[in-house]
Nanobody
């Protein structure tokens, strides 16, 4: 059974940092791009960041550029989202997703259907 399990969420003050992790299991994820989405209460789900299988290509929504960094460790089947300079507007449930996708196509990750999703982890940023 394929699973994506997110962790690392929590409550943090504005300006603080969190690191989210998404551990994948249940199959080989060779060739899979992985990424993060978020959904705030009353809002639609929003793409945040994505990374190619090799880590050589990344993509971010403009609102997090310079503050968030996505990375992955394929030996651990895990993708990370380092979030710095957090703002109250970053408050949301953060979801991990994975899809078999070529390197350059990671630029389209935010608009594609995805094969696998995690259950989400809550991030709350207080002002």
């Amino acid at each position: 059974q394929v699973q994506l399990v997110e962790s690392g969420g929590g409550l943090v003050q504005a300006g603080g940092s969190l690191r989210l992790s998404c551990a994948a299991s249940g199959r080989t994820f060779t060739g899979y791009a992985m990424g993060w989405f978020r959904q705030a209460p009353g809002k639609e789900r929003e793409f945040v960041a994505a990374i190619s299988w090799t880590g050589g290509s990344t993509n971010y929504v403009d609102s997090v550029k310079g503050r968030f960094t996505i990375s992955r460790d394929n030996t651990k089947n895990t993708v990370y989202l380092q979030m710095n300079s957090l703002k109250p507007g970053d408050t949301a449930v953060y979801y991990c997703a994975a899809t078999r996708l070529g390197g350059r196509a990671v630029a389209t990750f935010g608009t594609r259907e995805h094969e696998y999703w995690g259950q989400g982890t809550q991030v709350t940023v207080s002002s």
